[in-house]
């Protein structure tokens, strides 16, 4: 009886590990250890490329903090850019699954990036999240908008309000990535009209990636334009130079 009751116990503790080992969250990324943080266990979120020395205003990577050329020679429509990591591997994929794979798990792990970013920032929150809208068209193609969930999450998180049907998307425009520097600021111009009114607020548009600046650049121009007091954005990543 008595080995009976040993076998059993035995039993149940190899049966209560295996459980955890099935039930505990596993890495996005590598699919093999065990959640970290945000998706990720500790090692892969150790090895992302962290935007660690980057202009402090549009967040371009750079070889030291400062401001990069472009901000120097130009004023910008937006004060701040906040983007957490440079666009390469593994963000570059993980935001590509994200947007065109439909793995909305990512959309977790780029909200958790962007608001351990602004809560080491000294600023003061916004009153307003808005993501970067893209029109209805492209909303049934795709099924979702990244921008969207991501600027939910960061919400939900720091307890913001975010503005779905604050601006709208007026035409559809060409992917930004398939376009020069040139083509990618003309393609952008008059996109965006605003549905509500915005002035004084603080707003952070919010982003997945941010590369030429352009479209964060042109919807900044439409809130600044409606007397938004400030306009600051956030993405996950910003691509380097």
Not at 16 to 33: A, D, H, K, Q
Not at 131 to 151: D, E, H, L, W
Not at 164 to 179: A, G, N
Request: hydrophobic fraction near 40%.
């Amino acid at each position: 009886m008595h080995a009976n009751h040993k076998a059993i116990t035995e039993a149940r503790h190899k049966l209560g590990i295996t459980l955890n080992w099935l039930l505990e969250p596993v890495c996005f990324l590598c699919e093999e250890n065990g959640e970290w943080r945000h998706g990720l266990c500790k090692h892969c979120w150790q090895h992302l490329p962290h935007n660690l020395l980057c202009c402090r205003i549009c967040a371009l990577p750079l070889a030291s903090k400062g401001l990069c050329g472009a901000c120097q020679a130009t004023a910008m429509t937006y004060d701040r850019i906040i983007a957490p990591t440079v666009y390469r591997h593994p963000i570059d994929q993980m935001l590509c699954s994200l947007k065109y794979a439909g793995r909305l798990q990512w959309a977790r792990t780029a909200a958790g990036l962007v608001v351990d970013c602004v809560l080491q920032q000294d600023l003061e929150l916004p009153h307003l999240l808005l993501p970067v809208p893209m029109t209805r068209k492209a909303i049934r193609q795709r099924g979702f908008n990244q921008s969207a969930y991501i600027a939910r999450l960061v919400g939900r998180q720091l307890k913001i309000k975010v503005g779905f049907d604050v601006v709208h998307k007026t035409r559809e425009t060409h992917r930004q990535s398939t376009l020069s520097r040139s083509q990618r600021q003309q393609n952008i111009v008059g996109a965006f009209a605003l549905t509500r009114p915005v002035a004084g607020t603080r707003i952070a548009i919010v982003d997945d990636v941010v590369t030429s600046c352009s479209t964060v650049a042109e919807l900044a121009g439409v809130l600044k334009a409606a007397q938004a007091s400030e306009v600051n954005v956030w993405a996950c990543a910003r691509t380097p130079a």
